[in-house]
């Protein structure tokens, strides 16, 4: 069958290179969507959170904007997102002392909220990143690469600049409780403290060894306690500069110290997953508080009877401050989303996380229906590749990939390898949540899985050069077909079972006898890896990506080059044709070591050569695209922390805004 000649459609996924930083609604899912989604699955990232002083409100601040609860019932009250400013991401924020004004600063933008009203009230632009407010609220602290700024909170006007270019990355700065005193952490350890008045500095704290990532005022501002990459905790002596204390307990770095209204408990958070509670007076420890992930904040609500926890890449933690008993925990802020896929029948959306879960969501209305479980998930590791079966009952996903740690930070490196599990496929039933098989036998990282369109094999391959393909109904292996000489990156079963493509990391693609085994035939052409692989419905077309920046369309009989497409920037990630063979999907990204910054969405028409329509939503990185079966629906994945869900049907009937 000839492919047809009817315009092709396709939408191309290139993000921008740019670096770029609601009123009350039952469901939280569909607040402060972009145009043409429909659901968002998941809140993003969690950059900081705050309790208003008056305690009632509970704010938490990060990469799709800031969430507001109700901080007695803990029930979403809004999203506050602003345009361009706020739909980047938040930093970090800061309340008035009166509590009818939320400040949030990202990258040189500050903005200021009506909390009562739900609302924008202003924006200064390129003040400075981190943003805090004087005690009194009539001083606007940011910082920026030249130093920190002091500005007029009701005017915005710089009143003076205090020059410091070794201020941590992370947004520390904190004013002491009468507003006379400035500290800043330090990259290398010191800890100065400036007036706020004259902008001169006081006087320096020497002690940690390494760097100092957060800092706490005691309530009547004579303490000041700082937490370290050196696992320490320490008092300081405001006055006198004199260490008081050393709190040694934690086993990795100290992200998050906070002292208790009374003064009398220190908390503190760190990576080793744990919050600790300190007597201040004796230094001895009084309660170890579990959590899911490293703690990156931790804070005692007004009245100290809450205290919360929170990492940037999961959930937060209320327990009660006394007793130290878990009240609530506040799902759906999670790590990066990296990969989606949909059941054959439309009704489920699967997400993979770095959270080291995959998870099921009610595709209409984004609503969490369950998290996959079973035998040995604690050694599972990060989840790289997954496939419904065709009946969708069964749900398979691989791990333990290793990963080219290259260009990461070494103690990154460490917690990605020491995550990367042993080489497993892992089936679940999805009506159950049940884990039923585990399939091994590859003996380096499995990195791609798929179905055969009957549902009795699956196919498997990585880094050990091989594809293997299993009979779901015993978890045995049938065959073991070899040929490719570097890891298999992608894999791909024709509509009709006959054929199964496989890509390679050296950028070449084989076609083999899905029955047989047999090779059938090599096509080269992409310069580096083959990320993506899918066939046409009618099985004439194979279309493939990688990230030499193409995309090329094979005749699947002959192997014969038909069209090359190249990527506007970036990398084609993922690629899929719709049901009728009009529809093509792919992404595009840069390199798989480093923070992917393409954000945008294009929808493109080929034979015109012109774009159609930009989306717009996500605040990171998209990871993964996925059609849901009608093709009307299209789900991205982002490094945000979040899904997207477009009526990707209402958007190509809407005015091509290239007119």
């Known amino acids: 069958m000839k492919p047809t000649s009817s315009p092709i459609l396709l939408v191309l996924l290139i993000f921008s290179t740019l670096y770029l930083p609601s009123s009350f609604a039952e ?15 998941g809140k993003g990232e969690i950059n900081d959170i705050q309790y208003s002083p008056d305690g009632t409100i509970l704010a938490v601040a990060g990469s799709v904007g800031i969430w507001l609860y109700d901080a007695e019932t803990l029930q979403e009250l809004t999203l506050l997102r602003k345009g361009r400013k706020g739909k980047y991401g938040v930093r970090n924020i800061s309340f008035s002392p009166d509590s009818t004004t939320l400040v949030s600063g990202y990258l040189d933008d500050v903005i200021f909220w009506d909390v009562t009203a739900r609302e924008h009230k202003k924006t200064y632009e390129r003040i400075g990143s981190s943003v805090l407010l004087s005690p009194d609220g009539s001083l606007l ?28 990355y992370r947004p520390c700065i904190l004013f002491s409780p009468d507003g006379r005193t400035l500290a800043g952490a330090h990259l290398d350890g010191p800890i100065p403290l400036w007036d706020t008045k004259t902008g001169k500095l006081k006087k320096t704290l ?12 005691s309530p009547d501002g004579k303490t000041l306690a700082s937490g370290s990459r050196d696992h320490t905790v320490r008092l300081w002596d405001v006055e006198t500069g004199t260490l008081q204390k050393t709190f040694i307990g934690h086993t990795e770095t100290v992200y998050s110290v906070s002292f208790s209204p009374g003064g009398r408990i220190l908390a503190t958070g760190s990576e080793d997953k744990t919050i600790r509670l300190w007597n201040v007076n004796t230094g001895k420890l009084k ?60 009704k489920t959306l699967a997400t993979m996380s770095r ?80 884990q039923e098989k585990v399939l091994t036998g590859h003996t380096e990282f499995v990195e791609s899985v798929s179905f055969s369109p009957d549902g009795k094999t699956l196919a498997s391959g990585g880094g050990d050069k091989t594809i293997r393909l299993w009979d779901i109904a015993t978890g045995n292996e049938r065959k073991v077909l070899t040929g490719h000489t570097e890891s298999i990156t992608s894999l791909s079963f024709s509509l009709d079972g006959a054929i199964l493509a496989s890509g390679g990391l050296n950028g070449n693609i084989r076609l083999w006898d899905a029955n047989t085994g047999e090779h059938k035939k090599t096509l080269t052409g992409h310069a580096a890896e083959v990320r993506s692989l899918s066939f046409s419905p009618d099985g004439e077309i194979l279309a493939s990506t990688g990230p030499d920046g193409t995309l090329r369309l094979w005749d699947a009989n002959t192997g014969e080059h038909k069209k090359t497409l190249t990527a506007y920037k970036g990398t084609f990630w993922s690629v899929l044709f719709g049901l009728n063979g009009e529809i093509l999907a792919t992404q595009s990204g840069s390199s798989r070591v480093s923070i992917r910054l393409w954000k945008e969405i294009r929808l493109w028409d080929v034979i015109k050569d012109r774009e159609k329509k930009t989306l717009t939503g996500h605040t990171l990185g998209i990871t993964s695209v996925s059609f849901s079966p009608d093709r009307q629906t299209l789900a991205s994945a982002s490094e945000d922390g979040t899904v997207l869900l477009w009526e990707l049907t209402a958007i190509l009937n809407t005015t091509d805004n290239t007119k």
């Open 206 to 217: 020497i002690g940690h060894a390494k760097n100092v990532y957060t800092l706490s005022f």
């Open 287 to 346: 309660k170890i508080l579990e959590h899911a992930d490293h703690v990156n904040h931790v804070l005692f609500s007004p009245d100290g009877k809450t205290l919360t926890g929170a990492s940037s890449h999961h959930t937060i933690r209320l327990w009660d401050a006394e007793t130290g008993k878990l009240k609530k925990t506040l799902t759906g802020h999670g790590i990066w989303i990296v990969g989606t896929s949909f059941s054959p029948d439309g």
């Open 141 to 168: 602290v940011s910082k920026d690469y030249k130093g920190i700024h002091l500005s007029d909170a009701k005017t915005g006007d710089r009143k003076k600049t205090i020059v410091f270019k070794r201020l941590n």
């Open 27 to 41: 469901d939280y899912t569909q607040w402060g969507l972009p145009e043409g989604a429909k659901a968002r699955i």
């Open 355 to 434: 959270d080291e879960t995959i998870r099921l969501w009610d595709a209409n209305t984004g609503q969490h229906k369950m998290d996959l479980t079973g035998k040995h998930v604690e050694n599972i590791g990060y989840f790289e590749s997954m496939s419904f079966s065709p009946d969708r009952r069964m749900l398979a996903a691989v791990s333990g990939k290793k990963t080219d740690l290259s260009g990461f930070s070494d103690y990154t490196a460490r917690t990605i390898a020491s995550k990367s599990g042993d080489p497993a496929i892992y089936l679940w039933n999805t009506d159950t949540g049940k």
